[in-house]
């Protein structure tokens, strides 16, 4: 090789080399860096390597050489780059706990605050599942094993946590630290169909996502959920009818003529139907706790006993208060932006998906195909996403 080109060669070199130590140095915010890289180079550079009769084998070692420390100073750069990510999440992590809402405010105000409803943001890829069983417990049951093992399945990407008693109660603690009220009202709760259905709407209010029951089976992935005309920009909730009876005794099984299903939801966190029914189920419960009432309704018939608990989870926690506050929601314009009154008549019947402001609205046959009433269509129809079961696996369980 001529000694021109050996020349530029390492002209060339030195140059990379005070490039590179030159951002190690801006990034580390460390001068010894580059002063080190300088000594190190120097040494690497026989000064007769112009003039060596082994200069090929001086230019290999040399490339060798000057490749090791580029390969160290990036290294290097790496774990500087990772440390800091770790640490700023962190502070991160620490900034929210310590966030506040102002003096005086009420508890929606405060929900609100501490967690803001952005309808822009994209669905967070959860799906939370809860029981009283573990996994790993032989009582968990194949059927409900099937389901939770099919959630992830279908929705490769999503993080799927299925959580019992114990860590229900735990992660409810931990989000809500700054709401006393909201964590008292869930531990007053006196049965754990109550308290599983509070949990649902604290989950999916502060993390967003996908809540199913156990007793739940998925037939097609979350994110065909949505009709291909409709962008999930457009979206803050999907919810299911869950009820839509047209007999003269409905109210002797059902607390409202058309109801919307708990069972399965979908929702970004912070909406603020999620906020409503987080705050009246709070207030509701220390209300009954105030008036010592803290108890389902009994009767002395035995054939009545089911029903009549049913009717009072359904107005306490369940799909009874859920419609009204779904409904609620609709009529108000400030939040919804809807100037008409929406009521049940603009639901029954429906047999495609609707979106009403923020809220889409899918037909009984999505989260209860195959019932055979109630216009539910089959497993298989297009819009069949969810089967459920109806198992009542917390009913009986105080």
Known sequence: MKPVTLRKLLLIAVSIIIVITTVIKITSN?????QEVLKQSANIIPPDFINSNNAKKQQ????QKLEKITEDLLKQQDERLSKLEKERQKLEKQLKELRRPPAGSTLRETLAFLFPYDQNKKFPAYIWQSWKYGLNDERFGEKFKEGETQWALKNPGFVHELFNDDTASAIIHYLYMQIPDVVKAYELLPDIILKMDFFRYLILFAKGGVYADVDTLPLQPVPNWIPEN???SEIGMIIGIS??????????????RLQFANWVLQSKPGHPILREIVAK??????????????????????????RTKNLDIMEWTG??????????????????GIYSKVTWKDFTKLDV????SDVLILPITSFSPGIGTMGSQNDDHPLAFVKHYFENVWKGNS
């Open 30 to 34: 460390k001068s010894s860096d580059l």
């Open 60 to 63: 290999e070692e040399f490339t």
């Open 230 to 232: 409709v962008a999930p």
């Open 243 to 256: 009820s839509d009876p047209d007999s003269p005794d409905w109210r002797q099984h059902y607390a409202r």
């Open 281 to 306: 189920v709070t207030e509701l419960t220390l209300k009954k706790a105030e008036n010592n009432d803290l108890k389902l309704s009994q009767t002395n018939d035995p054939s009545k006993t089911t």
């Open 319 to 336: 799909a009874g208060v859920w419609t009204d506050v779904i409904f609620t929601y609709f009529n108000d314009y400030v939040q919804s």
């Open 353 to 356: 998906p609707k979106l009403v």
